[in-house]
């Protein structure tokens, strides 16, 4: 029933209902019900009593509803669905602007700008939303800061203005008179009827569609954390952060009674929020509909359907720990990641021990000496790579971030000298979040597949496109371990 009705512009009304009335958990995210009485939208699991088919109109996006003239439901916040509209529209194109629109593109550049990263112009950048979403790209960044002000609106103690500029707005003036056109209530309302919270800690709710193997991913994580940049204990994810001015740390744990991730964001994050939450969702990949890929990977996924492939938080951190992980084992990279931290990073106050240092900018590393960068046990060659990759990322020749065309962004991985077909793969399974990527020269996927010719194993992996990201994961967990 699902395919039927994820077609985003085109939902089936009558499946749509169908999914409301037995609020089925599988299309949370995938569209939201408006109910023409009430003029508020909710997610289809809403507990509230199921509305008439006659008073029902569905859209796959809450900017879609809120643009129809409703408002987000106070019991079911709409604000908390899984993001799954835009992962699973038909535009590949859609999802990436969508993605960069999400981590908040838009609030500092502008949508020429954004066109012109993605290599299309204005014009058709705008066509795609329009046709994907029903909305313009500025429709959709409005409705994401509404949202994100009506989350830090119930859940945090931040001041108004502290709250409009977290959620990217220029002006408290401009947040208020947008806030009461769109849900017809003043911002205070929702402030009172929230409940006190700490003031130094921010609490967010991220959803997802379960299955979710979270102690797979805490376990990749935790032979890759970075020493006093990342901590894994128990159950719970932790590690500092530092975007642009912004410095602080995040604690992650999943929530035993429903399916989201219980994120805790230093209230000094405040200002960069919005990125902080995209890239958790990242970071953990909390947009894939395993269950989809599940059924096209058959056999190798079919004993760990919730397995994930873990993203990027800081995409020039993965991209060095990869280089640092060249040809060594996976404990004496993380070593070396450590030290590079250590050295190089800068200290970042938390009240977690373990926990002292932001991990450094593509942009410090580039003015280094490679004689620096070789102080921590490095050779000559790896220093010089990791300095030259700094520098493409510093400048710009080098993007990775998410949705970004992923062959490009590996071509130019691999002009960097020291950057092989492994490294670059990776780099593009972690930092891109690309589905597809398959290094297919790792010595644990010759041993899981017990074959050691690359060409074959390529020819093995056409059958699980495009979704050989994921193949590799079960790869490794295959293994005694995850590789």
């Not at 004496?332 to 970042?348: I, M």
């Not at 102080?375 to 080098?398: C, D, P």
């Not at 297919?440 to 041993?447: C, F, N, R, S, V």
């Amino acid at each position: 029933m699902r395919s039927c009705i994820i077609g985003c512009m085109n939902l089936n009304p009558d499946i749509c209902y169908r999914a409301v009335a037995s609020r089925d958990h599988r299309f949370d995210g995938v569209f939201f019900v408006c109910v023409s009485t009430t003029k508020i939208y909710c997610r289809p699991i809403c507990t509230v009593r199921t509305p008439g088919r006659d008073r029902c109109t569905f859209h796959p996006t809450a900017a879609a509803a809120e643009l129809a003239g409703y408002r987000p439901c106070m019991r079911c916040r709409p604000e908390l669905a899984p993001g799954n509209a835009r992962v699973d529209a038909i535009s590949q194109q859609a999802a990436i602007i969508a993605n960069r629109i999400e981590d908040g593109f838009l609030t500092e550049r502008s949508v020429a700008d954004l066109a012109d990263e993605l290599g299309i112009s204005d014009r058709h950048l705008r066509r795609i939303v329009e046709k994907e979403f029903g909305v313009s790209p500025i429709d959709l960044a409005q409705t994401q800061r509404l949202l994100l002000a009506k989350r830090l609106l119930t859940d945090t103690d931040l001041s108004m203005t502290a709250i409009a500029a977290a959620s990217g707005f220029s002006s408290l003036r401009r947040f208020n008179a947008l806030f009461k056109e769109r849900y017809r209530m003043n911002p205070l309302r929702l402030r009172k009827a929230g409940k006190t919270r700490s003031q130094e800690i921010m609490l967010c709710e991220l959803a997802y569609r379960p299955p979710l193997d979270w102690d797979a991913l805490l376990d990749f994580l935790k032979k890759r954390a970075v020493k006093s940049v990342e901590c894994i204990e128990g159950k719970t994810y932790a590690r500092t952060v530092s975007i642009k001015e912004h410095t602080g740390w995040i604690k992650v744990v999943p929530c035993a009674k429903k399916s989201v991730l219980e994120v805790s964001v230093s209230a000094s994050l405040a200002g960069a929020l919005s990125s902080v939450l995209a890239r958790v969702k990242r970071l953990f990949d909390l947009s894939t509909d395993t269950n989809l890929i599940t059924i096209h990977l058959g056999p190798l996924a079919v004993s760990n359907p919730g397995l994930r492939v873990p993203g990027a938080f800081e995409s020039f951190e993965v991209a060095i720990r990869a280089i640092l992980g060249q040809q060594v084992s996976v404990a004496a990279a993380t070593t070396l990641g450590g030290r590079f931290a250590q050295k190089f990073g800068t200290a970042v106050d938390t009240p977690i021990k373990e926990l002292q240092q932001a991990f450094p900018k593509a942009c410090d590393m580039a003015c280094l000496k490679e004689s620096d960068i070789m102080s921590i046990g490095l050779t000559a060659a790896r220093a010089r790579t990791i300095k030259l990759l700094a520098q493409a990322m510093a400048e710009e020749r080098i993007i990775l971030e998410p949705g970004l065309n992923a062959e490009q962004a590996m071509t130019k991985l691999k002009d960097v000298p020291g950057i092989g077909e492994w490294t670059a793969q990776y780099i593009a399974m972690r930092s891109l979040s690309w589905p597809d990527a398959f290094p297919h020269t790792d010595l644990g996927i010759y041993k899981a597949l017990k074959e050691k010719n690359a060409k074959k194993v390529l020819e093995i992996a056409e059958a699980w496109r495009p979704w050989r990201s994921y193949a590799t994961m079960h790869l490794w967990k295959s293994l005694e371990g995850i590789k």
